[in-house]
């Protein structure tokens, strides 16, 4: 799929959402943006840009000629780090892409006991100074890469137990995607079960099936399958809510949608 199927034809596209955004916390993310995706290299290739992603013309001319199988894309607004290029997501390690929308509840308070908990050998590979970046540190610390709901679970389960150390009564606030290339997980929970908004989309084939003089539908594959924090369109039919404290895995062009809970963790720093 071209890259500007997603991020400029829809309705309801990621540009547009960077002014007009109707679910998000913030109308307006304008503080930068970044884009991943997975060529024929090893690793994901990455876009990053403070520019607000409605004034970036090197993004148009990229998004037109580039495809990919899979692309994860976020436009940014900041709560409190610096507007710079390490601070955009998506993040990544070697295969790996994290992407965050939401917060670590007064992230200055518990920040030290966060970073103190990152595994040694992974603490150099930290660019930026926000608090997404150390979540996704946390989740590789606790195993991402070998069982990634187990490991997000043990990490927000960690950054509850540190947070409430630090009398923080919502210590987080998330929607998390992360992917290896093949398979993708995302995530919806928070701590007052008051989550940001998280969409996936319908099968394809269905939709089709429903709307045959669609043509925007007859330029996708039955397999594709898209995960966002709102809706790209208002075709009837063609998103499905993520219920609360939820797990998506996205494999193959299939979706199974599992329960999520923190595990309280064993070992305790901070």
């Known amino acids: 799929m071209s890259l500007n199927d997603l991020l400029y034809k829809p309705e309801n596209s990621l540009v547009v959402q960077g002014k007009h955004a109707q679910l998000g916390a913030e109308t307006t993310n304008g503080d930068g943006f970044g884009i991943g995706w997975y060529g024929s290299l090893p690793i994901p290739g990455m876009y990053h840009s403070i520019q607000p992603v409605w004034h970036d013309r090197n993004l148009h001319e990229l998004s037109v000629q580039a495809k990919a199988g899979l692309v994860f894309a976020h436009i940014r607004a900041a709560i409190g780090s610096p507007v710079q290029e390490t601070n955009c997501h998506p ?19 518990v920040k030290r006991s966060l970073v103190l908990a990152v595994d040694p050998s992974l603490y150099p590979e930290i660019e930026g100074s926000t608090d997404s970046e150390i979540f996704f540190y946390l989740a590789l610390t606790f195993g991402l890469e070998e069982d990634p ?27 998390v995607a992360t992917t290896d290339g093949s398979t993708t997980w995302a995530f919806r929970y928070s701590s007052d079960q008051r989550s940001r908004s998280l969409f996936r989309s319908t099968d394809i084939s269905t939709l089709r099936h429903q709307y045959p003089d669609n043509p925007v539908l007859h330029e996708l594959c039955d397999d594709a399958r898209l995960v966002v924090s709102e809706p790209l ?6 998103w499905h809510e993520v219920p609360e404290s939820t797990c998506v895995v996205i494999h193959q ?9 923190p595990t309280a963790p064993q070992v305790l720093v901070g």
Request: proline letters at 5%; one cysteine or more.
């Open 91 to 109: 993040f990544r390690h070697g295969r790996w892409l994290w992407m965050h929308n939401g917060y670590l509840g007064d992230f200055l308070r």
């Open 149 to 175: 709901p187990s490991a997000v679970a043990r990490a927000v389960g960690f950054i509850e137990h540190i947070g409430r150390q630090h009398d923080v009564e919502q210590p987080v606030q998330m929607t």
């Open 233 to 238: 369109g208002s075709l009837r039919g063609a």
């Open 253 to 261: 062009g299939s979706a199974q949608l599992c329960p999520f809970s």
